[in-house]
């Protein structure tokens, strides 16, 4: 269940928090398969199981921008901000990949509100990190700072 701000303004009381985990989320290889098809990175320890088997990780593995591209599946788990007119993504800082993430695997996010601050036109800005956890792994897929906008109503 995502942690509930009632308005933007809101945020600040939270800095520093925990805000939550998403629900758990296998990646398969048609996941996989279709992000390659969209983005035309075919290399083969994404997209050929058979090769991948003698491959460095034993499998296919997810690209590491799948696992980034997942956050924002995830995030509306996490938090929901409520009295906005508008809410953008505006960036990202800090994204690594710490851990493959083999197909079959089950991934989830987990957050932390780390800064939130006013900026122009009365908009408030949240950074939250991800961490992209792997089920059974002690290390993560994927840590990013995300940078969002909310515009209050």
Not at 5 to 20: D, I, M, T, V, Y
Not at 106 to 119: D, P, Q
């Amino acid at each position: 269940m995502a942690t509930v701000f009632n308005h933007p303004s809101e945020l600040k009381a939270s800095e520093g928090k925990h805000l939550g985990v998403s629900e758990w989320l296998e990646i398969d290889q048609d996941r996989i398969d279709k992000f390659a098809e969209a983005t035309g990175d075919h290399q083969w320890i994404h997209v050929d199981p058979e090769r991948a088997k003698d491959g460095p990780f034993g499998s296919t593995i997810a690209h590491g921008y799948l696992t980034q591209s997942l956050v924002n599946l995830f995030l509306p788990q996490i938090i929901d901000v409520r009295g906005i007119s508008m809410g953008v993504n505006y960036g990202a800082d800090k994204l690594r990949f710490p851990a493959p993430v083999p197909v079959g695997s089950r991934v989830r996010g987990s957050a932390e509100l780390l800064k939130v601050e006013e900026v122009k036109n009365g908009a408030i800005q949240s950074t939250v990190r991800v961490t992209v956890e792997i089920e059974g792994s002690d290390r993560p897929a994927c840590v990013i700072d995300t940078i969002s906008r909310y515009v209050p109503e």
